[in-house]
């Protein structure tokens, strides 16, 4: 038998041990929400009606560069774009021929990225303060497919520096520049024009 002391406690101990029920199920719920948020944060991209690629190509000639106009709220490709970047980007498509792509990273803000139609990045690369940072870049087909001799194998000599090269069947390639006002409006639209991607000559 207990000892009367013992009982005045009962309502205690059975307090602590509803407290450890609970607290186990506020860890199970924790953790289930947690699952959840990954599990949905995954699907999202299925689960749209419409991606940003899909908005984007009617935009966008395929291996042609497009240079958007300062972002405002009327004039925005795509939602939630930031106002103080300018936008040039190309819809590259390598189903005929390698597309060629070189860029101007003046400095800080300035990026460019490779985007696939279902938002994976292939590629990224940032500007320096120290120095400009000059990229070539050779998108191939996804296959192994024949695209035609290199010049080396014609017979031509290639003094130029050697083009970086990744495979890529189609998306998109967006450059993006800070923009810092007025005064610097002409600088930055003239390297955005100087942004190029085509596709190459197959011989």
Known sequence: MKHPLLKRFDPIFKWIVGIRIN?????????????????????????MVRSAYDRLTPLLPANEVVVFPPVTPESQPIPFMTPDVRYAMCRYDTTDAP???????????????????EGDNVYAATGIDIRSTYLRIRIMPANDRFMGMTPEALGISDTS?????????????ALRAPDKGRAYQPSTEAVLRRFRCSAEKVR
């Not at 792509?101 to 696939?116: E, I, M, Y």
């Open 23 to 47: 607290l186990r199920l506020a860890l199970a719920a924790v953790c289930a929400m947690g699952i959840l948020h990954v599990c949905a944060t995954l699907a999202a991209p299925m689960l």
């Open 161 to 173: 520096e050697k083009p970086q090269s990744l495979r890529s069947a189609r998306g998109i390639v």
């Open 99 to 117: 597309v060629m792509v070189s860029a101007t990273l003046p400095g800080p803000g300035w990026s460019l990225a490779l985007h696939t139609p």
